[in-house]
């Protein structure tokens, strides 16, 4: 039973626009929300996080949005850029007492940035 | 720089051998984790240590054991690999479970 869910398996867009990557869960218990990076042959880098206490975190060109109502999480990065194309993962955190002591993940969804 | 450093990088193994993979972290990290990614699915945890002298069990953990050496090292051990093993190992450290996981560059086990 997956936890944590991308369900979009790739996406493509082109340079200059907005990339919009979705996750869903279905935890009640996660209260920590993160986004991570990977391109191949590398480990996950850390992107953008979030946490239940907030609906909304921006970073540069990267923000991150959270719906706890419908447990549902996205980044928008804009404008998006070549270098963006990597694999994305949408992990989440249950805190202490919600289980394992470790990040679930979801995954994962492919990003083509197309000139 | 060297953040979460991983070794080796890849291995063969034949099912029934035994292995250890080793995982360390320059950054004072209170927790160490390790998680295995198959084709097509997301990272899994396997074990984690939220401080020098614990563990505890993740999601996926028969088959492997770990041992927490000191604050800087985490590692791995296979008793008798089987190809249901064969996987992208990854070792992370963090602060504490509620900070961004930092994570190694993977080991690449193929157990044939």
């Known amino acids: 039973d997956q936890q944590v869910k991308q369900n979009s398996p790739s996406l493509s867009v082109q340079e200059g626009r907005i990339s919009i990557l979705n996750c869903d869960y279905t935890n009640s218990m996660f209260d920590y929300f993160l986004w991570y990076k990977k391109y191949p042959a590398e480990g996950p880098t850390f992107l953008i996080s979030i946490s239940s206490i907030k609906d909304k975190n921006e970073d540069g060109r990267f923000t991150v949005f959270l719906n706890k109502s419908a447990k549902h999480l996205s980044l928008h990065i804009v404008p998006s850029q070549p270098g963006d194309s990597a694999v994305y993962f949408c992990a989440a955190y249950a805190g202490a007492g919600g289980g394992a002591d470790g990040l679930t993940f979801g995954k994962g969804t492919h990003l083509i940035i197309q000139p | 720089n060297a953040g979460v450093t991983q070794t080796p990088k890849f291995q063969v193994l034949k099912t029934g051998q035994s292995m250890t993979l080793q995982c360390a972290q320059d950054?004072?990290?209170?927790?160490m984790y390790w998680y295995r990614q198959d084709p097509g699915m997301g990272l899994r945890l396997i074990y984690y240590?939220?401080?020098?002298?614990?563990?505890d069990k993740g999601e996926v953990p028969n088959g492997y054991n770990v041992s927490r050496l000191n604050k800087r090292e985490f590692s791995l051990r296979l008793e008798s690999a089987a190809p249901s093993q064969t996987s992208v190992y990854f070792c992370?450290?963090?602060?504490?479970?509620?900070?961004?996981?930092?994570f190694g560059d993977g080991t690449r086990l193929s157990i044939l």
């Open positions: 240590s939220a401080s020098e002298g614990t563990t």
């Open positions: 950054m004072n990290h209170n927790s």
């Open positions: 992370a450290s963090s602060d504490d479970g509620n900070q961004p996981q930092h």
